[in-house]
Structures are given as C-alpha cells and as structure tokens.
C-alpha cells in the first residue's frame, strides 16, 4: 500500500498551546509527583516488578517511581508505531512526520438512529453499520470497540463486540474490555484470526484501550490489563480521563502535570513488563460543568487541553491518542455540527497522532453515525485549511495575465483546482438554494448508499466460520 494511501494531511500550519518553559515546568511537576507525592498502584504482578527493581510500597501505601526509572522507559519504548488492517496492510503509520489518524466507536450504550434522529439502545446488529459506515469513509482510520451492547450479557459483551467487528471492519481495530478474562481472550482470538500471536505482534491489527483512575490511582483492573497486553506485545494506549475541578485541579498547568504523572506511570509499567511494548500516551483533561454537574464532551475548555497535551506527547517523543468529533447533545443538530467542526479543526492544528470518539454525543452514552458521516465530510474540508501556504511566488504567471485578465483557462489553474480545493459531498455551494435544509437528507442518503453496496461481510467463509464458533462458545458459556 503506498504511503498516500495510509495517509494524505498535510499539516504545515505552526500551531502551539504551550511555550518550551511551560512544557519544562509540566514535565517537572509529573516527575516530582512521582518521586515524592507517587501513585496508589494495586496488583500483585506488577508490585513485584517494581519491587525487583527495589521500588515497594512506603507507609502511606504509594509507589514512589525515581525520574531515573522513567527516563528508561522513555528510552526503551518505541518511537514509531505501525497499526495494520486483519488483511495485512498498513493502516496508520505513527512516527515523527506528524500523522493524524481518525477513529469511531463501533459500540456505545445506545445508537443515535440514522434513519429517524433519535437515540435507542444499541443492539449487536448496530455494529455491522458503524462498521461499515467507518470502512468507507476515507477518514476513518479505525473503529474502537468497548462492548457496551444493550442485548448482549456484561460478562461476554466485549468479545462478542470484537468479533462482530472482525466481520466488517477490515480496518484496525481499537478495543477495550469490561474485564481482564476478556482482554486475552479478545487477544487470542485476533491472534487466531491472522494465524498465530507472532504475526499478530509482527503485524498488529489491533491496540488496547485502558485507563487509570485519576488523581494518581491505578487499580488492579488497570494495571492487570497493561500486564497482558505488554506481555502480548500488543499496542496500548493508556489515557486518563479527569474532570478539572473534581480529579483534577482547575489550574491547567497542574493538571498536565497529574495526567502525564500518570501516564508515565503507565509507560514505567509496560516497559517493566515487556521492555519495548508499543505505548500509546493519551490525556482527556475536561471540566465539570458546574451548573449541570456533567463532564463535558465537547466544551473549549477540553480540546484546549487535548491540544496541550498532544504537545507534552511530542515532547516526551511518544505518539499522542486525542479526542475530538465529540458533542454534548443527545443527537445530531446545529450544536452537535459546530462542536464538531471546531474540534476537528483544533485536532488538526494539534500534534495528536491518533484520534478517537468521532460521533460520539451525549456525554459519551451514544454513537452518532450521521455525525460521523458529516465529520468525515469536515475532515477533507479542513485538509485544505491545514495544509497553509506552499510554494513560491510566480510573478510569470501575472505577467501573461497582464491587467483585467483572468486565470480560468491557466495551466496553473487547471491543475491546481482539483487538488487544492475542497468541494463538499454533504454541504452545499449551489449558485441557488433550498429554502430548507437538505442537509441531513444527503447524510441519510450517503448511509444509505454505504449499506446498499457494501450488503455482507468481506471476511473469508473460513474466517466467518471461525468468528461465528467463537460466538457461539461466548453465548453457550453464560446461558
């Protein structure tokens, strides 16, 4: 697959939300909360690997971690990450040419319908839609799989969510687990997909999703799952989600500074596990909206400091997992289109790498896939805004204009217009235009026209009879 393929933003615009001594006095302040205030970390498995490196528990229970031992890790994780899709092509290449990738949901508690706007519970056919509505849009990069099924019992939901993305999704598979049993199960069974845990670690298709408990608490859930992955060799991000305010400070400054304490403190633990497991940093620092006590999805305040922290990422060298394509409404509207307009725009002014969430409304209860189309539509509109100002001043080609001329029928023109300029699918430039808004009846009608050519799954029949016992054996073991 060449590279253009896998990737075609340019993002060539100067954008920063930190100075370099800002960014010094952040990484100060994470390295002296882990040295001297340290973090609540449970598990038995991996307090013995701290303790093999003489680092145990004081009186207060915290595990304080020597900015000598992150520096380590730091030096020891890979700089550049590979993602691929289940047929073997790479997808998302993470390194130092400032990549941006885009993800979905596949899964959340309910859906937002797309055919009548409003959200329902989500049922496991739901799956094959967002699927295939990610599969074909260009820039959706992955579809992140939680296992958060209406229909399916707790105890199954994660892997049943992964399997029934394996048929549709040929893309790379982001994923999480409600429970530790079920993170290796996913993995073994991805593993079994491709044909056998070395090409799955040569090739990986899938990366983990995990986070702590902030302030400074990794539980055993949290750290059990960052000992299996690292012991599989499977990319993971680990990501603390804090709300300024509540887990976090207000004070932005500390707060950057409490989730890189913890996320350091989850590359210490990978490395300690595994040295040389990919790590993936990610940092979701909103606020609480104190008039409505929720944390807020798609407020200024939140894509601020994920750009910020995309820049402590690029200053620690690891790849950056970010947010945005997110709203706070329960479906698709006016509100939800200009929240996600803008943060695809900051996302894209950012150094994140990795970008999940898309579509995703309602304080992260529901999937959009209508907004996911229209995200999609957003991207390639601001490619061009990003891309900046290239090039070389051609005084010659205003002297052959001369005065009162025109360009339409330039060679410069012609071979410029397509490429460097963004003419909507879902919006609209028509010279005259509706009284009202078409705009969700050409949404609808671009889901439509995915589902209707894209009717069943691209796997092999050997591999969806794999899928399928595998299925069965889940549903068979909690009836």
Not at 18 to 43: Q, V
Not at 264 to 289: H, K, N, W, Y
Not at 354 to 380: E, Q, S, Y
Request: proline letters at 5%; charged letters at 25%; hydrophobic letters at 35%.
């Amino acid at each position: 697959m060449k590279d253009r393929e896998i990737y075609d933003i340019e993002r060539n615009i100067q954008f920063n939300v930190l100075t370099s001594e800002m960014k010094e006095k952040i990484n100060e302040g994470a390295l002296t909360i882990l040295e001297t205030i340290g973090m609540k970390i449970s598990g038995e498995r991996i307090l013995a690997k701290f303790a093999e490196r003489g680092i145990v528990p004081g009186e207060d229970g915290m595990i304080r971690i020597p900015r000598s031992l992150v520096q380590w890790a730091l030096e020891a994780v890979p700089k550049e990450i590979t993602l691929y899709g289940a047929d073997g092509n790479p997808r998302m290449k993470i390194d130092k040419s400032n990549r941006v990738y885009f993800g979905t949901h596949n899964d959340m508690n309910e859906i937002v319908d797309y055919k009548t706007n409003k959200s329902r519970p989500m049922l496991l056919k739901d799956i094959e839609t967002m699927c295939k509505v990610a599969s074909n849009c260009e820039n959706i990069d992955f579809v992140l799989s939680v296992g958060l099924i209406d229909e399916v019992d707790p105890r199954i939901q994660s892997q049943m969510a992964f399997i029934e993305s394996c048929k549709y999704m040929e893309k790379t598979i982001n994923f999480s687990t409600n429970d530790v049993d079920g993170l290796q199960e996913i993995i073994d069974i991805a593993a079994e997909l491709v044909g056998g845990h070395d090409k799955l670690v040569e090739k990986p298709f899938i990366f983990n999703y995990c986070e702590p408990i902030p302030p400074l608490t990794h539980p055993f859930e949290s750290t059990e799952k960052l000992y299996v992955v690292a012991s599989n060799g499977i990319p993971t991000v680990y990501m603390p989600y804090c709300m300024m305010g509540g887990t976090s400070p207000m004070d932005r400054p500390t707060t950057l500074a409490q989730c890189f304490s913890e996320i350091l403190c989850g590359l210490v633990i990978t490395q300690l596990v595994r040295e040389g497991t990919p790590f993936i940093a990610g940092s979701m620092p909103s606020i609480i909206d104190m008039k409505s006590t929720i944390a807020s999805y798609a407020c200024p305040e939140f894509h601020m400091m994920v750009a910020a922290s995309s820049e402590m990422a690029d200053y620690y060298q690891l790849p950056f997992y970010g947010t945005c394509g997110t709203s706070d409404v329960r479906t698709f509207d006016q509100q939800s289109a200009g929240e996600i307009s803008y943060q695809i725009l900051s996302t894209l002014l950012s150094k994140a790498n990795i970008v999940h969430d898309m579509g995703l409304h309602d304080h992260c209860i529901n999937i959009c896939p209508a907004a996911v189309v229209w995200a999609n539509d957003k991207i390639n509109g601001f490619k061009s805004y990003v891309r900046g100002v290239q090039g070389e001043v051609d005084l010659d080609l205003i002297r052959d204009v001369g005065p009162g001329g025109n360009y339409l029928s330039e060679d410069n023109t012609l071979e410029r217009f397509r490429e460097e300029v963004w003419y909507p699918e879902i919006e609209t430039r028509r010279l005259t235009t509706t009284t009202e808004s078409e705009l969700y009846g050409r949404i609808v009608e671009r889901i439509d026209t995915i589902l209707r050519e894209n009717p069943g799954s691209k796997r092999s029949q050997e591999q969806i009879d794999f899928l399928n016992k595998k299925a069965e054996e889940l549903l068979a073991r909690v009836k």
